[in-house]
T-cell receptor
């Protein structure tokens, strides 16, 4: 168990460009979450998946944001036509919501180190 | 809708002193409550959680929190602060186990030698 990993750790892009982030959850975990955190604020929910199904998406989320989890393992978050207001830390988390292979569901969300996006 | 309020964006204590970080929540249904810690440029680490049962929950690093339904509070305490406790602390609530977390704005804890 290597924990939740995110790539890249840092991304600097120019306004108007598209960016894509990747999240690899803990391997046994079936749920995967994306949050955004701006300076001095708590994380804000963006969306989450159970396996490959996207179960909830924040109503605050712009149409420029899209997330996928095609095989129920890793996930990508894409931001199209980036704006300076998109600058933030993007956090991924995973959890086990059903008992699986002897592991009891705990629902605890384990976070990755985040991807810091700077839009210039 | 659920919400979390953390009283005090910054708390400063002396090493060895009591740590008290306040969290009040709003929820129309029984909540699940969490405290996370975040060190600079890192992700969040779970300190402790309340789901059901005993209202006093113990977590890692000597922290504990008590769920008080009548006060809609879930304050985090530690009897004796250590320099390594300096970090940002977030309280969070959810009403569906495994669902999205709603976070407070965080409290930055400073520990003076």
């Amino acid at each position: 168990d290597t924990g939740v990993s995110q790539n890249p750790r840092h991304k600097i892009t120019k306004r108007g460009q598209n960016v894509t982030f990747r999240c690899d959850p803990i391997s046994e975990h079936n749920r995967l979450y994306w949050y955004r955190q701006t300076l001095g604020q708590g994380p804000e929910f963006l969306t989450y998946f159970q396996n490959e199904a996207q179960l909830e998406k924040s109503r605050l989320l712009s149409d420029r944001f899209s997330a996928e989890r095609p095989k129920g393992s890793f996930s990508t978050l894409e931001i199209q036509r980036t704006e300076q207001g998109d600058s933030a830390m993007y956090l991924c988390a995973s959890s086990l919501s059903i008992s699986n292979r002897g592991l009891a569901a705990t629902y605890e969300q384990y976070f990755g180190p985040g991807t810091r996006l700077t839009v210039t | 809708a659920q919400s979390v309020t953390q009283l005090g964006s910054h708390v400063s204590v002396s090493e060895g002193a009591l740590v008290l970080l306040r969290c009040n929540y709003s929820s129309s249904v029984p909540p699940y409550l969490f405290w996370y810690v975040q060190y600079p440029n890192q992700g969040l680490q779970l300190l402790l959680k309340y789901t059901t049962g005993a209202t006093l929950v113990k977590g890692i690093n000597g922290f504990e929190a008590e769920f008080k339904k009548s006060e809609t509070s879930f304050h985090l305490t530690k009897p004796s602060a250590h320099m390594s406790d300096a970090a940002e602390y977030f309280c969070a609530v959810t009403v569906n186990q495994g669902g999205k977390l709603i976070f407070g704005q965080g409290t930055e804890l400073s520990v003076k030698p």
